[in-house]
């Protein structure tokens, strides 16, 4: 759970930690690189976060992402992908995890594909302004922070995670796709 009234950000992209680091020293940002962490720890860092703004790498729904990513890739079942939405809705209602207000992706055209399609297709689709494309991890993310995109927040994430089983990379996104 993230500190009310602080907006968060979660960074992915190869160079989400040197992205997050350049915001050291920043009054109004709480920043830290947590790949390793677990959720409860998250939960904690940013629960007691004072800052307008907290920042971090670690995403919410990154199993989803992985098991979405792997399917398309053949690397994984249908199966994987349905339990790891189903388990990430569940600790959505149970409260132990929050999806960020947004999700900075750096440098997406460097990305493997279907990632790209994960981070600007599946995700864009359920919230378009709250999935940002970033060009590089320097210190121009702090940049960024003056001048977010407002738009309408997440929908309930019951109502649209299970749909991404249907949302097909390439196709994501456009009029009349799944």
Do not use: C
């Amino acid at each position: 759970m993230e500190a009310p009234g602080s907006t968060t950000l979660v960074v992915v992209g190869e160079d989400a930690t040197t992205a997050i680091t350049a915001l050291d020293g920043l009054a109004n940002v709480e920043s830290a690189s947590f790949l390793e962490a677990t959720d409860a720890e998250i939960a904690k860092w940013s629960a007691t976060s004072a800052a307008p703004y907290v920042v971090h790498d670690r995403d919410p729904l990154g199993h989803v992402a992985s098991a979405w990513v792997e399917f398309f890739d053949d690397q994984s079942t249908l199966e994987v992908l349905q339990l790891e939405i189903a388990m990430t809705v569940e600790a959505v209602g149970r409260h132990e995890i929050t999806v960020p207000d947004y999700y900075v992706v750096l440098s997406p055209e460097t990305m493997p594909t279907t990632w790209m399609h994960w981070w600007l297709g599946v995700l864009a689709s359920a919230s378009p302004t709250r999935v940002i494309p970033w060009p590089a991890a320097d210190a121009s993310l702090a940049e960024l922070l003056r001048h977010l995109p407002t738009g309408r927040a997440w929908p309930e994430v019951d109502r649209w995670l299970p749909r991404v089983v249907t949302a097909i990379p390439d196709r994501v996104g456009l009029p009349g796709a799944g």
